[in-house]
């Protein structure tokens, strides 16, 4: 409260009655026109040169802000401030409440004056007074007057506050309205002030003409000691009158039109003040809700967390944002959530006088967060599905790829069964209408348990086979195609499942089920579709490597179908063989081997691989290993060999074959690689009776040549280019190999992969073969385990063969001289030869057959003729002559006299043939030697059958 100068305190009270006995005096002694001087006095400021200013902001102040919106504004919040002040100036409890006061109204002799509290009203409105001597010159200043006219009070005093800050155009009334007020008037006005320049500012500065202001001011007269008239005067800044309105104003538009709840807590944490939109929603009027607290808003766990941050906010000032917080409002079960933000409210001076609550309802945004999240964490899952299932060909990593994906992050157990018959190959499993077919278990997934389904039906342990009954959920669920839900069973594990069809192209391939336990979320409509989703990927990918396998195992039987059946035999050659095709993420490839024999104890070996993987090389692998024994048996030369087998190569992609591809490949187009088949191959022919075997190549890789008591080497065979690129003849190259030598025949996935390039694979392969004198089956073994042979990036194909020459004793050779009498020498040699090697019962059709062939090379060829008998599983007869032309064979009729010496042959022989050689040619036929078993056919029933 302002202090009152001591001179101005000892007047006579200026109440409300006193002031009118005094006015009414004075118009009692002055007639006329004094009278009505006096009665204006009190209005006089309307009617002076300031009654522009004054009056309109005297309607402004006093009638009409009474009317506008600030109004009430302004006197709820005086209230509430009367209240505040009441409460903070009441005498504390030392004060002696029980006295009163006396008939004249004065305080017992004990009591004292209570200062203002900090933050009183008078903070605000910075009011001020000073007092006017009887001279009508300024004798007190108090220190408000300093603040508000910036005068200290020893230049005050003693100035004339007409002259000193009045304007200049109106000092003139201002000294008329001096002269009543010394006279013994009271007066309130407004008045337009300008105080005095500073006494140091020099002329022309910024201070030389002093602040501009308005003042609202209540002048009170007074008198002195001495009888004199004097006067207090009671000033208040109309400007900060303004600022206080308007932040008023301000304030109650913001609290009471905020579409937030809002509060406004004390420091004994109640609510002081509540707005409208906090009242609608909690129930009751705004004054409803003064004086509770957060418990009777909120649980009481949420509550004691609430008061921590209230108190903690009021003891530290510091504001909390975005603080969730949960309850329910009267009326409705639902849980809603909030977002508060709180700060420490203060009065003028810095006391802390509350907290403000600002409350949002995020119920809805919380709901929206929800789904955005579990939308996430969907697409997230479906994301590392896609990224996670299928990376395999198989069926069973397949579906141990989806229960990865799905425990623990979608449920808490998982099986998959697929139906046991496309396990097995079958294009359309059994029991597909009914849902009762056989399923095997392939998978299972438990992030709890290590038992499938505790409480449940009997576990199916992973491998097994089993299937549902037909009025179960499953069955339902792989009948129609669509999921199902499974109750849970009381006392269970298991709160609840559900059973998924893995669907995929139509095609329902299995079952999936999905199981939470009790304490997890249950299943609901998203779920069940992101189930759906996650199901029918691993669908597709099962039913790819499904399809996959089958298309696998079909090249696999093919190829295998198409390579040599058994152990292969050759004459004077032991065989040993392997065949290792490549795992299921490589496919099948197109490597191979033949071993074949040829006449004359020959034998022809083969090593090749087609370029490409799957059924497709396959099958051209089939086509040139049929195309290679087709041109072994015409007994051709290797290389000419390797050359039909280009152009066959050549062929293969072309509808039209051979003639047709070469003519296409005159034409310019764009080639299509799709359909150009290129292979490697090395061909070798070896005679069993020089034991010199002849190599060609055709881009392959060499052959390894392992001689008694010597390190391997690759032999130096051109390599010439692949089957089907054409333009380049092949090379032949004779090798005469030694008794028991080791030959080596393989293809590249032996020695080559993506961890050892092809020099160290070779460098390994030649290393691996240190001991060619052990049995070949284990060499072959041997080889196999040393090399890096389980990369599974290509087929493996390896041919080895040891050297067992024909012993002299089992050949006899002879060359007869070209006269008709070297046919009976014939017949002699033979008979003696099979007679030493015990082949008796051979002798009659040998001598038989022999004769002809003898006869025709006489009759028919040309130069010496040579006669040789070759003894090893079959007896061979071979007659050579120089001539060039080629016996054929044809049909006698029955009134031709010659004719049937080669049907002769045909008859009695197990085969015949012709060949050619660098100087003629040669024609043999074979015998089976006598077993005992195999009958040998009557020569003379077979002259008979020709007839």
Known sequence: MSEIPAKATESEDPSDSARADEAGDVARAVPGDTADAATETTTDHASDDTAETTTDYASDATTDHASDGAAEATADHAADDDRDYAEAAAPGPDVDRTGETGEAGELPGDAMWQSSPPGSIYDYIKAASFSIGADGLVDQWSLRAEQIFGIPAERAVGLDPIEAFVPADRRESGQRKMAEILDGREWTGLV?????????????????????????????????????????????????????????????????QSPFGFLLIDTDLQVRRANQRFASIFGGTVDDHRGKGVHDYLPHAEAERVTAVLRRVLETGDSITDMHVTGQVPGSDERRHWSINLYRVHSGSGRPIGIAWLGTDITSRRAAAREAAAARRNLALLNEAGAR?????????????????????????????LYQGLLAGDETPPGLADGSAELRRVAFASAVSDAPFAGGPAPVAV?????????????????????????????????????????????????????????????????????????????VCIDNARLYRREHERALILQRSLLPPGDPEASGLDIACRYLPGNAATEVGGDWFDVIELPGHRTALVVGDVMGRGLRAAVAMGELRTAVRTLALLDLEPAEVLSALDEIARGLGTPGGVQQATRTARQPRDADLSEVYLATCVYAVYDSVTRRCTFANAGHLPPVLVEPGETALMLDVPPGMPLGVGGEPFEEVEVELPEGALLALYTDGLVESRDHPLDEGLQAFVGALTDPSRPLEDVCDHVLNTLDTHHGEDDIALLMARVQGLPAESVGDWTLPREPRSVGRAREYTRAQLVAWDLEPLVDTTELLVSELVTNALRYGEGEIRLRLLLDRTLVCEVWDAGLVQPRRRRARDTDEGGRGLQLVGLLSAGWGSRRTPRGKTVWFELPLPDGETGLTDPAEALLSLF
Do not use: W
């Open 192 to 256: 337009p002030f300008r105080t005095p320049a500073a006494e140091d500012a020099g002329e022309g500065s910024e201070d030389s003409g002093g602040r501009e202001g308005l003042a609202e001011v209540y002048v009170m007269p007074t008198t002195t000691e001495h009888g004199e008239r004097a006067a207090v005067c009671i000033v208040v800044d109309v400007r900060t009158l303004r600022t206080i309105e308007t932040d008023l104003a301000a304030s109650q538009a913001i609290f009471g």
């Open 389 to 417: 299932i299928g990376n395999s060909l198989d069926l069973e990593t397949t579906a141990r790829e989806l229960l990865d994906v799905v425990v623990p992050g979608f449920c808490d157990l998982a099986t998959v069964d």
């Open 463 to 539: 491998g097994a086979v089993h299937h549902f009954p037909f009025n179960s959920p499953c069955a339902d669920a792989l009948r129609t195609a669509r999921p199902q839900h499974i109750p849970a069973d009381d006392g269970g594990l298991i709160q609840s499942t559900l059973a998924v069809p893995m669907v995929a192209h139509d095609t329902v391939v299995g079952l999936a089920q999905f199981s939470r336990t009790k304490g997890s979320e249950p299943f609901g409509e998203r779920d069940r579709a992101l189930a759906v989703e996650l199901a029918a990927r691993a669908a």
